[in-house]
């Protein structure tokens, strides 16, 4: 029987993650098959419970299930317990393991993919929910210079900031404390933008010259943090389609034990770049 695997999330029916599997399945001749599985809100474990019992072998968490498949998974990676989430499930000796690659998959596309440095630069990191969660644990690791990390609601900033201070110079701010300072690179992890089309709180002020803008979000469309970043002078604009083929690879590599080529998959679900 072909091994199975799926998307789980509600929504998920725009999900790119079936083809880009399938793409690193034909590429590693990986016999398996790649699915998704919307399941109803309340409803997860169930659905995770069935998948297992027709054989699934590993499933990849979107959203909103991924604090849940942390609760579920009987055994986590340490990175995914720093981030209380998991994006990725692999189903071994009739247990769940839990992992979280979103952050391994964002330094990818940051460093080899567009080629930052962190270390030594200013990062700023917008948001304190459970995207930001994911990647500031390895943001922090490549030792920028400083680590900011702003919220709308500050407290939860103020939080995320205390767990980072051991390993790095890290900041929390509201909005308002973001005005007249500026940063080599900053990330969009917040859902601004996606729910309405009220215009972002963030003073226009933030990009260095040279600042790269991120947006953890991606759509065939420069999103609207990019285009406001771009308004703002950011001079290089990424989207987080990189991230999304890099952190497949990464849970890919710990289903099968083969890497996948990113970058023949990165050209095939978007050609161009902004
Ligand atoms: P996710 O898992 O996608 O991070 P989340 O945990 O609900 O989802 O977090 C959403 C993030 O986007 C939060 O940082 C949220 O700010 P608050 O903590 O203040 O709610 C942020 N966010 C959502 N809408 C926003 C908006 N219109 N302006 C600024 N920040 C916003």
Request: glycine share 10%; net charge positive; proline share 5%.
């Amino acid at each position: 029987m072909t091994d199975r695997y799926a998307v789980i999330g509600n929504p998920v029916a725009h999900s790119k993650s079936p083809a880009i599997h399938s793409a690193f399945a034909q590429s590693t001749r990986q016999a398996m098959e790649y699915t998704r599985i919307e399941a109803p809100r309340d409803g997860f474990a169930d659905a995770v419970a069935n998948f297992a019992a027709a054989g699934g072998r590993g499933l990849n968490v979107t959203l909103p299930f991924k604090l849940e498949a942390f609760a579920l998974a009987d055994a986590t990676t340490t990175r995914a317990a720093a981030a209380g989430a998991c994006n990725t499930l692999k189903r071994e000796a009739g247990r769940w393991h839990g992992d979280n690659t979103d952050g391994a998959g964002l330094m990818r596309d940051l460093t080899v993919n567009l080629g930052v440095a962190l270390a030594g630069r200013d990062v700023l990191v917008l948001g304190a929910g459970g995207a930001a969660r994911g990647v500031l644990l390895p943001l922090a690791e490549a030792r920028p210079r400083m680590l900011v990390i702003a919220n709308r609601t500050t407290a939860k900033a103020f939080a995320l900031a205390r767990n980072l201070a051991p390993l790095v110079q890290c900041d929390a701010a509201g909005v308002d404390e973001l005005a007249g300072r500026d940063f080599d690179v900053v990330i969009n992890a917040t859902s601004a933008g996606l729910a309405n089309a009220a215009p972002l709180p963030w003073p226009a002020t933030l990009f260095r010259r040279d600042a790269l803008a991120y947006d953890m979000v991606y759509g065939d469309e420069p999103t609207l943090f990019l285009r406001w970043a771009r308004a703002a002078g950011a001079a290089r604009c990424a989207d987080g389609l990189g991230m999304l083929v890099e952190q497949a690879a990464e849970s890919f590599a710990w289903w099968r034990g083969v890497r996948p080529d990113t970058a023949a998959t990165f050209e095939r679900m978007r050609p161009r770049r902004g």
